[in-house]
């Protein structure tokens, strides 16, 4: 969030004078202690207007607690903020992306993926870091319908490549003999005599 004002530089009022008054050490050290207090002031007022927006403030964030009813001083300001926004959409009715979007406001990675309709009034959301568990499901049991119930995933993403082996811990040979009743063949080249086929059978264990 940016938050330019008339001045959006150091505070240097000889600037505005004629070049040659700077000349002089005493006028000089007067402005200079002027340009100081303005620039104290100037950076003052933009402090001030930060305090405003939960996305900007810092020691503003008190009074935004305090008026939403949250008691978070022992977290880092950065979590502070997102659980000020969470707290400020209220309980209405939500979908399936603004719930991702609230989940990742306080999952840190914020690539958390909610989908719907995993189970019988089932949804799930799958995560690749074991980061911030307690605070996604505390958001979550303040906005999903009462109704629902929820599964957290832990999937794991990579590039690299993947290899699946086993090995054969159990067969079965079958048998298949010929029909004793087939006692004529007819072909047109040379009659071998029936055999049995053999049949294998194997299961891997991974």
């Known amino acids: 969030m940016m938050f330019n004002l008339l001045r959006t ?15 002089d050490n005493t006028f000089k050290g ?8 303005h620039e104290k002031q100037r950076l003052l007022i933009i402090d001030i207007c930060k305090q405003l927006f939960v996305e900007s403030a810092t020691w503003g964030l008190d009074d935004w607690e305090r008026v939403y009813g949250l008691q978070n001083k022992h ?11 969470v707290k400020m959409r209220g309980a209405q009715t939500i979908t399936e992306s603004q719930l991702q979007e609230i989940v990742n406001l306080v999952y840190p990675p914020k690539n958390a993926i909610v989908l719907e309709n995993t189970g019988p009034n089932t949804f799930k959301i799958i995560v690749n870091t074991i980061d911030a568990l307690d605070e996604i499901r505390r958001v979550v049991e303040i906005y999903k319908p009462a109704h629902l119930s929820y599964l957290l995933s832990h999937a794991f993403t990579g590039k690299a490549p993947m290899r699946i ?26 009659i071998s005599k029936p055999v049995g086929a053999i049949a294998i059978r194997s299961r891997l264990q991974f």
């Open 75 to 85: 977290l880092p300001i950065d979590q502070r903020r997102n659980l000020l926004l």
């Open 9 to 23: 530089y150091k505070v240097d009022v000889l600037r505005y004078l004629p070049k040659f008054l700077s000349n």
């Open 30 to 37: 007067a402005q200079d202690s002027l340009s100081e207090e």
């Open 165 to 190: 082996s086993g090995a054969v811990s159990q067969i079965e040979r079958i048998y298949i003999m010929p029909q004793k009743s087939d006692r004529t063949i007819t072909t047109n080249g040379p």
